[in-house]
């Protein structure tokens, strides 16, 4: 079983729609977990981190976390042609320091 | 305000020579992580700093890799000699700390010829 799991797509949505991005993780104890945003060509982009179980909302993304299940996911509303892109979840196992392991991303395609 | 600075952006080499990455954290930040990324392993954490001393260095492929930190504000990766297979984007990332959000530079697009 890989530590951090995702679906690697190509998920498409229509613009306007809301897209959902969903990782699995393996190590129970893990404490951080980010979502970054990697356009073709570019370098990984800082998108939402969260921490605790539950919603965090910052703008049209809102990152969700259930430690029980342990799975994390990303909603983006009202999706923009712009947000197609790879998205990485990437998980801080514990007692691992600062080490992050990314999932292999999932690729967001949305059509105008 | 800067972001991690990261050279050359470009590398195109022959096999056998010796090749530095280098890479300037954010200023004020502590943990400096370096990764390499390619299509078949995805994002792999290769080592990290924090307050420039080698925490986690069991990513590095293997002893032609190194990696060093002297100051806050500077770091390199060398690979000698290099390898075809050790084509890849490599990645600088600082944060504030161990378990802080981390900010990637542009990247180096290395390839071994």
């Known amino acids: 079983q890989k530590e951090v799991e995702q679906n690697s797509g190509p998920l498409s949505v229509p613009e306007g729609a809301i897209a959902s991005l969903n990782c699995t993780y393996s190590?129970?104890?893990?404490?951080?977990f980010f979502w970054y945003r990697q356009y073709s060509g570019k370098s990984p982009e800082l998108i939402m981190f969260?921490?605790?179980?539950g919603d965090k909302e910052d703008g049209r993304f809102t990152a969700q976390l259930n430690k029980a299940s342990q799975y994390v996911s990303l909603l983006i509303r009202d999706s923009q042609p712009s947000d197609s892109a790879t998205y990485l979840c990437?998980?801080?196992?514990?007692?691992?320091?600062?080490?992050?392991?990314f999932g292999q991303g999932t690729e967001l395609s949305v059509k105008p | 305000d800067a972001g991690v600075i990261q050279s050359p952006r470009h590398e195109v080499t022959e096999m056998g020579q010796e090749v530095t990455l280098r890479c300037k954290p954010i200023?004020?930040?502590?943990?400096l992580f370096w990764y390499r990324q390619t299509m078949m392993r995805g994002l792999e954490l290769l080592i990290y700093?924090?307050?420039?001393?080698?925490?986690?260095d069991s990513g590095m492929p293997e002893d032609r890799f190194s990696a060093k930190m002297p100051n806050a504000s500077f770091s390199t990766l060398k690979i000698q000699p290099s390898e075809p297979r050790d084509s890849a984007v490599y990645f600088c990332?600082?944060?504030?700390?161990?378990?802080?959000?981390?900010?990637f530079g542009d990247g180096t697009r290395l390839s071994i010829l």
């Open positions: 990332a600082s944060s504030l700390g161990r378990s802080q959000p981390q900010h």
């Open positions: 190590d129970r104890g893990s404490q951080s």
């Open positions: 969260i921490y605790s179980n």
């Open positions: 990437a998980v801080n196992p514990a007692g691992q320091g600062g080490k992050l392991i």
């Open positions: 200023s004020g930040h502590n943990s």
């Open positions: 700093f924090n307050n420039n001393v080698p925490i986690d």
